[in-house]
């Protein structure tokens, strides 16, 4: 689990210009249309990168039924090594996807946004530790409904609140993350 970020931090990893939110975040009942939302990116982004894609999951709260989320689809994709931005941000770029964030230090993340759905897509390097807790989490809520109420009733507090960037919403849900995901690292012990 990683530390609350600072402005400066946020503004370091950012690629373009970053403007803050200095709103609340819009937390929306579960869509059933999410699922074919992130299905449309699948396709693009395996037509673009073809096996070049190791992974491509539907992660985050819209891929768990009845969980309230922003209305961003947060996707998972792993490609052989997310550092050599040459082998897939060209193509990605071509299909209308933007590179947000760059985060070299931090597993050499990188984030996306999509061209036409509101998306983040999440690039690692196949084999990264980040991808199995991510998708732990997600599994794990959409099997426990103590917890994903739990994580549903703190997004939902987080939202009544004012943040100067989206990012310290999703710091501000750390604490509840780590609790969360001490119970579900039974399924990370599995792999």
């Not at 947000?100 to 196949?126: C, M, S, Y």
């Not at 099997?143 to 739990?150: A, G, T």
């Amino acid at each position: 689990m990683r530390r609350p970020r600072s402005d400066e931090e946020i503004q370091a990893y950012a690629v373009g210009e970053l403007v803050p939110y200095a709103n609340k975040v819009v937390v929306v009942d579960y869509d059933p249309a999410w699922p074919a939302l992130f299905r449309r990116e699948e396709d693009r982004v395996r037509v673009s990168l073809g096996e070049r894609v190791r992974l491509l999951e539907h992660a985050g709260s819209t891929s768990v039924p009845g969980l309230p989320s922003k209305p961003v689809i947060d996707i998972v994709l792993a490609v052989p090594d997310s550092s050599i931005e040459a082998s897939y941000v060209p193509d990605l770029e071509a299909a209308g996807y933007v590179l947000r964030i760059r985060e070299p230090g931090w597993f050499q993340h990188r984030v996306f946004k999509g061209p036409d759905t509101d998306v983040n897509l999440h690039v690692f390097t196949a084999g990264c530790s980040e991808i199995a807790r991510m998708l732990a989490f997600r599994d794990w809520l959409r099997q426990n409904p103590v917890d994903r109420d739990l994580y549903a009733a703190t997004k939902r507090e987080l939202a009544t609140l004012e943040w100067r960037f989206v990012q310290h919403y999703a710091d501000a849900k750390s604490e509840v993350v780590a609790d969360i995901m001490s119970r579900a690292s039974v399924l990370l012990a599995g792999d």
